[in-house]
């Protein structure tokens, strides 16, 4: 039953000394059908049958069978990884391709640490890595956030003499970045003979990683300058991301029209990230004619879109754009439902929301999270039912986090409520969140009632635990720059020139009626003194660096980093009226639009 064949050498023309390779084999063994039936498996069990074939035939030493049997299994998407390990075991002398392999499959799976040990193996045989090698180590690494071991193969890399490939010069970008050492991932960019467009997007991406939204426009506007007409995708998405978090529309818009000179059809993924940076750069109707454009909407679309118009306080149409998307098919998932919730609460929707509360446990069969636990309770404690707002956390089959106690503490401020406020106070300190913004909270509760002994401890227990307040400050865009500005600065160039223009704004504000509102400063000092202090907010500061930079009746638009004090949301308002501007606030949580001395929340935030 059993012969002899010989097999073609090109196959094996790395056994040792490239002699002919004969191995008996049952007749039935034809490699060519061989590698045929290999590539047909579909299911471990098929391939478990060609795997014993090869058992049963006895060729089972032979590097090239074996081989393909290993990336068959690890790279494959019915493949199994602990098979194939089980394979790659009982090859000899594994060549690097097996390790590549191996190391490739093992990062697919999300086996980091396999993977790196693999490399070590790999090393400790003194089989020679390549640049296949690299990419994936690589990527472990900055998966496993090691940045140190990624320095050592990053030697290992010159070692090799493979510094100057582009794809592994990508790859330790990425690493770098991802691991937030953006230094070293600029070394690496900056030492590149030739980038390719994924090195320029690695090199963005890594200052995505690090939140420097700026350096990321910057490199794009090198990018294009060099020349680098054609842009990914996936760039364009970290730098929208970018004008997100900067607030600055100006800029979004030119990529979008990057985008629509160099992609003939954006793809959803793109459209929603366009959607997010206009809804959250201030410019919702832009956003929403994105979105009615869009031939294709997945549930990411509606969910972007439904929180997009919630921080903008137009609830009812998110609840249409919801209803729109289960007329669609698309079963709303726990994420979608924080946007109507939150929707609801940014609204005042209260009965909605309750219902929609009912419609998500009991229709959809979603068990509330804690966020959606937080958006109900700030959406009750809006409202001012507060007593209903304490229950519902007390009817909580979770573990009520801080965010929660915290939204449940400023309605209390709200509604002037001590005696709960107390409640969500003291549960605050217990979580041990020490941040700084709850005890103050607290004492400004306090202050309101007069009860300025109580308002003393809380400063001494701050002072105790050393809390410093987060310092507070405001962007702005003019001229397709962004500036920012912190309360009380005056390091800023041109200072006095602000500082002036706050003069004159103050002045004129007081004329028509504005009264500085001084209970908002904490600080034991005089009232002139408190008024100096609510004076140079940054929200101000950047406020009178808008009027002086933009022409007359352009609106302003300003992104800050902690909720609005409500003298400076008073003297928005009054702003927006006398130098006839629209101002778009934006903080961590939502939107004001300031038009003709009054605000899209009414006065409810
Ligand atoms: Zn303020
Ligand atoms: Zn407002």
Same mark, same amino acid.
Not at 219 to 238: A, F, Y
């Given at each position: 039953m059993t012969g002899t064949i010989v097999l073609s050498q090109t196959h094996f023309s790395s056994?040792?000394?490239?002699?002919?390779?004969?191995?008996?084999?049952?007749?039935?063994?034809?490699?060519?059908?061989?590698?045929?039936?290999?590539?047909?498996?579909?299911?471990?069990?098929?391939?478990?049958?060609?795997?014993a074939h090869v058992l049963k035939c006895g060729i089972f030493f032979d590097t090239f069978c074996m081989s393909n049997l290993v990336a068959t299994c690890a790279l494959t998407k019915w493949g199994s990884m602990d098979y194939a390990c089980s394979i790659f075991t009982q090859i000899d002398e594994p060549s690097s391709f097996d390790y590549n392999t191996m190391i490739r499959g093992n990062v697919n799976d999300m086996k980091l640490e396999e993977a790196l040990l693999l490399y070590v193996d790999m090393i400790e045989r003194g089989v020679e890595p390549d640049k296949f090698t690299y990419p994936f180590v690589l990527k472990a690494c900055s998966?496993?956030?090691?940045?140190?071991?990624?320095?050592?193969?990053?030697?290992?890399?010159?070692?090799?003499?493979?510094?100057?490939?582009?794809?592994?010069?990508?790859?330790? &970008?990425?690493?770098?970045?991802?691991? /937030?050492?953006? @230094?070293? %991932?600029?070394? #690496? +960019?900056?030492? !590149?003979? *030739?980038?390719?467009?994924?090195?320029?997007?690695?090199?963005?991406?890594?200052?995505?990683?690090?939140?420097?939204?700026?350096?990321?426009?910057?490199?794009?506007?090198?990018?294009?300058?060099?020349?680098?007409?054609?842009?990914?995708?996936?760039?364009?998405?970290?730098?929208?991301?970018?004008?997100?978090?900067?607030?600055?529309?100006?800029?979004?818009?030119?990529?979008?029209?990057?985008?629509?000179?160099?992609?003939?059809?954006?793809?959803?993924?793109?459209?929603?990230?366009?959607?997010?940076?206009?809804?959250?750069?201030?410019?919702?109707?832009?956003?929403?004619?994105?979105?009615?454009?869009?031939?294709?909407?997945?549930?990411?679309?509606?969910?972007?879109? &439904?929180?997009?118009?919630?921080?903008? /306080?137009?609830? @009812?149409? %998110?609840?249409? #754009? +919801?209803?729109? !998307?289960? *007329?669609?098919?698309?079963?709303?998932?726990?994420?979608?439902?924080?946007?109507?919730?939150?929707?609801?609460?940014?609204?005042?929707l209260v009965e909605e929301g309750l219902q929609c509360f009912k419609s998500m446990q009991f229709e959809h069969k979603i068990e509330p999270t804690v966020q959606h636990y937080g958006c109900m309770v700030d959406l009750l404690g809006r409202f001012g039912m507060l007593k209903e707002a304490y229950e519902l956390i007390k009817s909580m089959s979770i573990k009520p986090n801080d965010v929660i106690w915290r939204s449940l503490l400023s309605a209390c401020k709200v509604h002037h409520n001590l005696e709960i406020g107390k409640i969500a106070a003291e549960n605050l300190f217990m979580l041990n969140q020490n941040n700084s913004g709850d005890y103050l909270v607290l004492a400004n509760m306090y202050a309101k009632a007069q009860k300025w002994d109580d308002v003393a401890k809380i400063r001494t227990k701050l002072a105790e635990r050393n809390l410093v307040q987060t310092p507070g400050f405001s962007l702005i865009e003019a001229k397709r720059k962004v500036y920012k500005f912190v309360s009380q600065d005056k390091s800023i160039p041109q200072w006095n020139i602000i500082y002036e223009m706050i003069h004159q704004m103050e002045w004129q504000l007081?004329?028509?009626?504005?009264?500085?509102?001084?209970?908002?400063?904490?600080?034991?000092?005089?009232?002139?003194?408190?008024?100096?202090?609510?004076?140079?907010?940054?929200?101000?500061?950047?406020?009178?660096?808008?009027?002086?930079?933009?022409?007359?009746?352009?609106?302003?638009?300003?992104?800050?980093?902690?909720?609005?004090?409500?003298?400076c949301h008073t003297y928005t308002k009054y702003i927006s009226m006398i130098y006839e501007r629209e101002i778009t606030v934006r903080d961590r949580l939502r939107f004001h639009h300031f038009k003709n001395g009054s605000c899209s929340c009414k006065d409810y935030w």
């Open positions: 056994l040792p000394n490239n002699q002919p390779y004969s191995i008996e084999l049952c007749n039935s063994f034809n490699e060519k059908r061989w590698l045929c039936l290999l590539k047909r498996c579909n299911s471990m069990e098929e391939f478990k049958q060609v795997h998966l496993l956030g090691v940045v140190d071991e990624g320095i050592q193969v990053h030697g290992h890399v010159f070692k090799m003499g493979l510094e100057g490939d582009v794809i592994v010069q990508n790859s330790l &970008i990425n690493m770098y970045g991802k691991c /937030g050492e953006i @230094k070293n %991932a600029c070394d #690496v +960019f900056n030492g !590149m003979d *030739e980038k390719s467009v994924a090195s320029w997007s690695a090199i963005i991406g890594a200052h995505a990683c690090v939140e420097m939204w700026n350096e990321c426009l910057m490199l794009l506007g090198k990018m294009s300058s060099e020349g680098r007409c054609r842009v990914e995708e996936s760039t364009l998405v970290n730098v929208l991301s970018a004008c997100t978090h900067l607030g600055s529309p100006d800029l979004g818009k030119c990529i979008h029209g990057i985008l629509l000179r160099n992609i003939s059809e954006l793809n959803v993924v793109v459209k929603t990230s366009l959607i997010d940076m206009y809804v959250k750069s201030g410019c919702l109707e832009k956003g929403l004619r994105v979105f009615k454009n869009m031939s294709e909407k997945n549930r990411y679309s509606y969910t972007v879109m &439904i929180s997009g118009l919630a921080i903008h /306080g137009r609830g @009812k149409e %998110a609840l249409k #754009v +919801f209803s729109e !998307m289960i *007329e669609e098919g698309l079963a709303p998932d726990d994420v979608v439902y924080v946007g109507v919730f939150s929707a609801c609460s940014h609204a005042g007081k004329f028509e009626g504005y009264i500085p509102d001084t209970s908002q400063v904490l600080l034991d000092v005089d009232d002139e003194e408190k008024k100096e202090r609510l004076k140079f907010h940054s929200q101000k500061l950047a406020i009178a660096f808008g009027l002086i930079h933009t022409s007359e009746g352009s609106p302003l638009r300003i992104t800050r980093n902690l909720r609005m004090c409500s003298d």
